[in-house]
């Protein structure tokens, strides 16, 4: 997600390509040296610092392989890689404060999005890198698309670029005599390839889509061709915007009218996987991300005899478009690692921060956030000998189509993003679960985020 405060800057670009080269990893001395590990006699003892993140099974070994690499480099720094909660970053961060707030210390963490850094940077728990840049003469605007900033504080490297786009069942397209959709497509055609791609009943009922349970999926134009899903620039809250009215009842009228999308209730109550939905056919589209594009090639997890297809993000219909629409351009951003105040060990966390945003390692398998990474060749390794199961065509283009531009980084960060976030949710859930209007619901929605903002960012 995309969060911003005024005084704060989040610097973002686009995708480039570039030539790949393995970034030094940094030099010995610093300012913290004292907090590493020595020996009576003044020789350097191995330390041992942990990396935290949310892998599932299979992001894991592509993990501990670049972790290994890490070391084999350099051997006086020892890696524990802890997953808090495996393939679910919203609990992990859960799981994180806890940690946080109970005093362990923290080296490493992965975060999911900006949102997630500027939350705990404000609260003091993440270390500002300026010191360990200075020292490696390294200017981050320089090394990184997206550069997490608090009144001229770093708190974050860049580890992947993430893309939303979305994955169709190719077989299914063919069969159905539908085109692989391109750039400029609407949510209307959305709809309408969605009741065209249902079929079956029961058990054996093939949905046109699949929808999560998170935000991304409650109002797509705000999380995908806005700068910022809860303010805008002004800084007054979005959930007044007409894409809010449009999408919820999009989502209504294909679950109830149109058949085409699992119910939502079904969703919560059985806790589905989308990953499991779209390659067991029990779906045939999903929006999703560029983080997901190994998974087509991953038989062994993800066992399908299909093709699958990519579009880019359909994009909203005249007459629904976002207030501050800015006619296609959609946003991009991506996780990143920080370093935990409480670490010990911050000269190595720095190093092994490096390494893991800047490393050419055949284990990686998103896009590099760092702007001298070959992101095209990282493509072609990713799909190596599975372009039987990739349109690649398709996946090409929707990823370095000529039409496909970004947007800018937002005036404002929003620090408060789980209250906001719970109130999408629950103002979504209201109208979804009940009779109650949209009109209702979005009023209440408006009240509640105006008054946060009120109290926790216009401070």
Same mark, same amino acid.
């Given at each position: 997600?995309?969060?911003?405060?005024?005084?704060?800057?989040?610097?973002?670009?686009?995708? !480039?390509?570039?030539?790949?080269?393995?970034?030094?990893? =940094? =030099?010995? $001395? @610093?300012?913290?040296?004292?907090?590493?590990?020595?020996?009576? %006699?003044?020789?350097?003892?191995?330390?041992?610092?942990?990396?935290?993140?949310?892998?599932?099974?299979?992001?894991?070994?592509?993990?501990?392989?670049?972790?290994?690499?890490?070391?084999?480099?350099?051997?006086?720094?020892?890696?524990? *890689?802890?997953? &808090?909660?495996?393939g679910? @970053?919203?609990?992990?961060?859960?799981?994180?404060?806890?940690?946080?707030?109970?005093?362990?210390?923290?080296?490493?963490?992965?975060?999911?999005?900006?949102?997630?850094?500027?939350?705990?940077?404000?609260?003091?728990?993440?270390?500002?890198?300026?010191?360990?840049?200075?020292?490696?003469?390294?200017?981050?605007?320089?090394?990184y698309?997206?550069?997490?900033?608090?009144?001229?504080?770093?708190? =974050?490297?860049?580890?992947?670029?993430?893309?939303?786009?979305?994955?169709? $069942?190719?077989?299914?397209?063919?069969?159905?005599?539908?085109?692989?959709?391109?750039?400029?497509?609407?949510?209307?055609?959305?709809?309408?390839?969605?009741?065209?791609?249902?079929?079956?009943?029961?058990?054996?009922?093939?949905?046109?889509?699949?929808? *999560?349970?998170w935000?991304?999926?409650?109002?797509?134009?705000?999380?995908?061709?806005?700068?910022?899903?809860?303010?805008?620039?002004?800084?007054?809250?979005? !959930?007044?915007?007409?894409?809010?009215?449009?999408?919820? /009842? &999009?989502?209504?009228?294909?679950?109830?009218?149109?058949?085409?999308?699992?119910?939502?209730a079904?969703?919560?109550?059985?806790?589905? $996987?989308?990953?499991?939905?779209f390659?067991?056919?029990?779906a045939?589209?999903?929006?999703?991300?560029?983080?997901?594009?190994?998974?087509?090639?991953?038989?062994e /997890?993800?066992?399908?005899t299909?093709?699958?297809?990519?579009?880019?993000?359909?994009?909203?219909?005249?007459?629904?478009?976002?207030? $501050?629409?800015?006619?296609g351009?959609?946003?991009?951003?991506?996780?990143?690692?920080?370093?935990?105040?409480?670490?010990?060990?911050?000269?190595? @966390?720095?190093?092994?921060?490096?390494?893991?945003?800047?490393?050419d @390692?055949?284990?990686?398998?998103?896009?590099?956030?760092?702007?001298?990474? +070959?992101?095209?060749?990282?493509?072609?390794?990713?799909? =190596?000998?599975?372009? +039987?199961?990739?349109?690649?065509?398709?996946?090409?283009?929707?990823?370095?189509?000529?039409?496909?531009?970004?947007?800018?980084?937002?005036?404002?960060i929003?620090?408060s993003? %789980?209250?906001?976030?719970?109130?999408? #949710?629950?103002?979504?859930?209201?109208?979804?679960?009940?009779?109650?209007?949209?009109?209702?619901?979005?009023?209440?929605?408006? #009240?509640?985020?105006?008054?946060?903002?009120?109290?926790?960012?216009?401070?």
């Open positions: 997600m995309k969060q911003a405060k005024r005084k704060f800057t989040a610097v973002a670009g686009l995708l !480039l390509a570039g030539t790949v080269a393995l970034s030094a990893c =940094g =030099g010995n $001395n @610093s300012a913290n040296s004292g907090s590493e590990g020595s020996s009576g %006699s003044g020789k350097s003892e191995p330390v041992t610092i942990k990396y935290y993140n949310w892998d599932n099974e299979a992001q894991a070994v592509a993990t501990d392989a670049m972790l290994d690499e890490f070391m084999t480099k350099n051997p006086d720094i020892k890696v524990e *890689h802890v997953v &808090l909660v495996p679910d @970053s919203v609990e992990m961060l859960k799981k994180l404060d806890f940690l946080i707030s109970s005093g362990e210390a923290v080296d490493v963490v992965a975060m999911p999005n900006l949102g997630a850094v500027y939350e705990r940077a404000t609260r003091g728990a993440l270390a500002p890198l300026n010191e360990f840049y200075k020292q490696e003469n390294l200017v981050p605007e320089d090394e698309y997206v550069n997490p900033k608090i009144d001229d504080n770093y708190y =974050g490297m860049q580890l992947t670029s993430s893309f939303n786009y979305v994955l169709l $069942n190719k077989d299914a397209l063919d069969e159905a005599g539908l085109p692989v959709p391109t750039y400029g497509w609407t949510w209307d055609d959305y709809r309408d390839y969605a009741k065209k791609l249902t079929k079956g009943e029961g058990v054996y009922k093939r949905y046109g889509t699949y929808f *999560h349970t935000e991304l999926y409650m109002n797509a134009p705000a999380q995908t061709v806005m700068k910022d899903p809860f303010r805008y620039d002004d800084g007054s809250t979005i !959930l007044s915007d007409p894409s809010y009215k449009y999408f919820f /009842q &999009l989502r209504k009228d294909m679950e109830n009218v149109d058949k085409s999308a699992k119910p939502y079904d969703v919560l109550a059985a806790k589905l $996987n989308y990953r499991t939905e390659f067991n056919e029990q045939a589209m999903i929006l999703t991300g560029s983080f997901t594009i190994p998974d087509v090639g991953n038989q /997890q993800y066992p399908h299909f093709k699958t297809a990519f579009a880019p993000v359909p994009l909203p219909p005249k007459g629904a478009e976002p207030k $501050n629409y800015e006619g351009k959609y946003f991009t951003s991506g996780s990143s690692v920080v370093m935990g105040e409480s670490s010990k060990h911050k000269d190595a @966390s720095f190093k092994l921060m490096r390494f893991m945003t800047t490393a @390692s055949e284990k990686r398998t998103e896009f590099s956030g760092w702007k001298k990474a +070959d992101n095209k060749a990282l493509l072609d390794r990713i799909i =190596g000998g599975n372009k +039987d199961l990739y349109d690649v065509d398709s996946l090409q283009s929707t990823l370095f189509g000529d039409n496909i531009k970004y947007l800018d980084a937002s005036s404002v929003t620090v993003t %789980s209250e906001l976030t719970k109130v999408i #949710d629950d103002g979504f859930s209201k109208f979804m679960l009940s009779n109650e209007s949209i009109d209702d619901v979005q009023k209440w929605m408006v #009240d509640q985020a105006t008054k946060i903002i009120n109290e926790k960012e216009n401070k």
